[in-house]
């Protein structure tokens, strides 16, 4: 199935970029079936249209893909590169998440926020990756958010913030998971979550939980964290 995506779904018409890849690369040609979602659970059957370098198309059947009985909510602290920050918003996306935030913490370099974390761009890699994995609803992701407000925000959910104190042990993030309810994670920085914001966090109803017996990077965290939410979901 070939799938496109078009915010505007009174529009009719693919951008520029879309419209080059059904010709250019996936050769497509007018009068074959194209499908099109808006990234809000719209999808649409439709034929194509190829006129020069502008790709119409004409709706067949429309219909709204219900979202999933659960949520999978990540809260991260940027890395210092802007392609670790692409990649876990790639894979996150393919794995299976309905709302990403990039926040500020004690240990993060708010001077390099807007170099290493660009919402346009991480947009666009988002509706690749969801159109790439057949999905129907694009991520929501937002930048910028102070840790402290962030975490007296949050309502509605399983609330889980990865951190495992010295020489303690506590229960993987897997063994937390709540069967067809929400789930949100807080992943720390390089240099890890401050005692402050760690004791912020246990005050307002979160948990800690592990994300394996290695310590890893933080778009690695991120990654492994989503996809242990997602698992659980869909085994438990």
């Not at 933080?218 to 869909?234: D, F, K, P, S």
Request: net charge neutral.
């Amino acid at each position: 199935m070939h799938l496109f995506y078009q915010p505007d779904s009174n529009l009719y018409e693919l951008d520029e970029e879309e419209a080059r890849h059904s010709s250019k690369v996936l050769r497509l040609n007018s009068g074959d079936i194209i499908y099109v979602t808006n990234g809000k659970g719209t999808l649409q059957k439709c034929v194509l249209n190829i006129q020069g370098k502008k790709a119409g198309y004409e709706v067949l059947e429309s219909q709204i893909i219900e979202r999933r009985p659960f949520s999978v909510h990540l809260a991260i602290a940027p890395t210092r590169k802007a392609e670790r920050n692409e990649w876990m918003v790639e894979k996150m996306t393919e794995i299976g998440v309905e709302r990403i935030d990039f926040m500020l913490t004690e240990h993060t370099n708010a001077d390099t926020i807007n170099r290493v974390v660009n919402l346009t761009r991480l947009n666009r890699i988002a509706a690749a990756a969801m159109k790439q994995s057949q999905q129907h609803y694009l991520p929501v992701i937002t930048i910028g958010n102070k840790y402290e407000a962030f975490v007296k925000g949050v309502t509605g959910s399983e609330k889980l913030i990865a951190y495992v104190p010295d020489h303690n042990k506590v229960e993987h993030v897997f063994s937390k998971v709540k069967k067809g309810s929400g789930t949100t994670l807080l992943i720390g920085p390089e240099g890890d979550f401050s005692e402050k914001e760690v004791s912020l966090a246990l005050d307002h109803g979160f948990s800690t939980v592990s994300l394996g017996p290695t310590r890893l990077r933080t778009e690695t965290a991120a990654v492994a964290g989503c996809h242990a939410i997602n698992l659980a979901q869909n085994i438990l």
